[in-house]
């Protein structure tokens, strides 16, 4: 989870949340004692949510996509810009509404990353819709639900990595193990590449890699956004892979310091 002073960032659970304060404006009564007029309430609650808005746009513009920040392909696509304003523009409201003791209102907003997603990620070098299921169905099923390898946990808690929207896996070669070619775009964007965790007890866990997934140590490296396996963790990979589904299902979690 990345924070900032009005928000925060979670790769983990795939939501991007930003708080808006203002004022809560005050009139005085007929009888000298100061009340809170409704009417100056909704102001002031529009101009929290327009801030939490505004805010927002700073956050989004520093979330990590593929190590490129989402701003570098903003001023590298106007169209992308555009369609971000309108993601802002319909932020849903995360949680109730907070009055301050300071006499302000605080409205949170948030935005999912399966929407920034849809607008980022790209319809080529993808799995195409279909063909990666076949392919190990008969595998699985003659293999007792007991054994059968769940997911893939790669323990990155000894190195130093940066959460990203679309990360990759290479082997030491840097042969890729673990990408775009390995998945299709819807799944992708609606449940993401890869979940993460701070350890095994985490819900994100199981939702993510079920009950019996493998577990692979990632290897150190230059490169602080994609991870690096050994090669012989890398051919583990692809035959639960080639089993199970387990890499075309996003069956994949790091696990994070």
Same mark, same amino acid.
């Given at each position: 989870?990345? +924070?900032?002073?009005?928000?925060?960032?979670d *790769? /983990?659970?795939?939501?991007?949340?930003c708080?808006?304060?203002a004022?809560?404006?005050?009139k005085?009564?007929?009888?000298?004692?100061?009340?809170?007029?409704?009417?100056?309430?909704?102001?002031?609650?529009? @101009?929290?949510?327009?801030?939490? +808005? =505004?805010n927002?746009?700073?956050? &989004?513009?520093?979330?990590?996509?593929?190590?490129?920040a989402?701003?570098e392909?903003?001023?590298?696509? #106007?169209?992308i =810009?555009? +369609?971000?304003?309108?993601?802002?523009?319909?932020?849903?409201q995360?949680?109730?509404?907070?009055?301050?003791?300071?006499n302000?209102?605080? &409205?949170?907003? /948030?935005?999912?990353?399966?929407?920034?997603? @849809?607008?980022?990620?790209?319809?080529?070098?993808?799995l195409?819709?279909?063909?990666?299921?076949?392919?190990?169905?008969?595998?699985?099923?003659?293999?007792?639900?007991? @054994?059968?390898?769940?997911g893939?946990v790669?323990d /990155? +808690?000894?190195? *130093?990595?940066?959460?990203?929207?679309?990360?990759? &896996?290479?082997? =030491?070669? *840097?042969?890729?193990?673990y990408?775009?070619?390995?998945?299709?775009?819807?799944?992708?964007v609606? #449940?993401?590449?890869?979940?993460?965790?701070h350890?095994?007890?985490?819900?994100?866990?199981?939702?993510?890699?079920?009950?019996?997934?493998?577990?692979? @140590?990632?290897?150190?490296?230059?490169?602080?956004?994609?991870?690096v396996? %050994?090669?012989?963790? /890398? &051919? #583990?990979?692809r035959?639960?892979?080639?089993k199970?589904?387990?890499? %075309?299902?996003? #069956?994949?979690?790091?696990?994070?310091?």
């Amino acid at each position: 989870m990345v +924070r900032s002073a009005n928000g925060f960032i979670d *790769y /983990a659970n795939r939501v991007i949340v930003c708080r808006g304060t203002a004022d809560i404006e005050q009139k005085q009564s007929g009888d000298g004692t100061l009340d809170v007029v409704g009417t100056n309430l909704k102001l002031s609650k529009a @101009e929290a949510r327009a801030r939490a +808005r =505004e805010n927002l746009v700073d956050l &989004i513009k520093i979330v990590n996509f593929d190590g490129r920040a989402v701003s570098e392909l903003m001023l590298d696509d #106007r169209v992308i =810009e555009s +369609r971000i304003e309108s993601l802002i523009s319909s932020a849903f409201q995360q949680g109730e509404i907070e009055y301050l003791e300071d006499n302000q209102v605080a &409205i949170a907003l /948030a935005v999912k990353m399966s929407g920034l997603a @849809e607008i980022l990620v790209d319809a080529e070098g993808y799995l195409k819709e279909g063909l990666s299921k076949p392919a190990y169905l008969m595998t699985r099923s003659t293999v007792p639900k007991s @054994e059968r390898i769940s997911g893939v946990v790669i323990d /990155a +808690r000894n190195v *130093y990595h940066i959460p990203a929207m679309v990360p990759k &896996i290479f082997n =030491e070669d *840097y042969n890729l193990v673990y990408g775009p070619r390995h998945y299709t775009r819807s799944r992708s964007v609606n #449940r993401g590449p890869i979940g993460y965790a701070h350890s095994m007890d985490d819900n994100n866990v199981l939702r993510r890699v079920g009950n019996n997934p493998i577990m692979i @140590e990632v290897k150190s490296g230059s490169d602080d956004i994609n991870l690096v396996v %050994s090669n012989s963790d /890398a &051919i #583990r990979i692809r035959d639960a892979d080639k089993k199970f589904g387990v890499l %075309s299902d996003c #069956r994949v979690l790091v696990l994070l310091q």
